[in-house]
Nanobody, 124 residues
C-alpha cells in the first residue's frame, strides 16, 4: 500500500512562486504515473493539473502550461510541482496521486492512492 505526503503549500501574492513536494512510500514513483490534482472551494470535482509518467513524459492542463512544471527525483522517490507566476484562480487544495494508466491521465477516479492535500492560496 502506497502513502503520499504533500508539503510546500502556503499563501503567496499573485505572480509569486511555490514548490510542492510529494514524498512517496510503498511504491516506486518512477514505475507509475504521478500526478497533481487540485480542488477549489465549492468545486465538487478535483481537476487535473499535471502528470508525469515512467519515461518522464508530461501533461499539463492548459491554464498552467508555461507556469507550472512537474518533475521527479528518483533518488528521493519524490515528485515536485514548481508553480510560478501564480494567479488567484490557482487557489485550491493540491493533491498528489499515483496510478497506472497514462492514456487516462486526467481521470481522477483511476488513480490508486492519494495524499492528504496541501492548501495553496494566492492573494492579490
Amino acid at each position: 500500500q502506497a502513502q503520499l505526503v504533500e508539503s510546500g503549500g502556503g499563501s503567496v501574492q499573485t505572480g509569486g512562486s511555490l514548490r510542492l513536494s510529494c514524498v512517496v512510500s510503498g511504491r516506486t514513483a518512477s514505475s507509475y504515473v504521478m500526478a497533481w490534482f487540485r480542488q477549489a472551494t465549492g468545486n465538487e470535482r478535483r481537476e487535473f493539473v499535471a502528470g508525469i509518467n515512467w519515461s518522464r513524459g508530461t501533461h499539463y492542463r492548459d491554464s498552467v502550461k508555461g507556469r507550472f512544471t512537474i518533475s521527479r527525483d528518483d533518488t528521493k522517490n519524490t515528485v515536485y510541482l514548481q508553480m510560478d507566476n501564480l494567479k488567484i484562480e490557482d487557489t485550491a487544495v493540491y493533491y498528489c496521486a499515483t496510478g497506472r494508466y497514462w492514456n487516462t491521465y486526467d481521470a481522477a477516479d483511476l488513480y490508486d492512492y492519494w495524499g492528504q492535500g496541501t492548501q495553496v492560496t494566492v492573494n492579490s
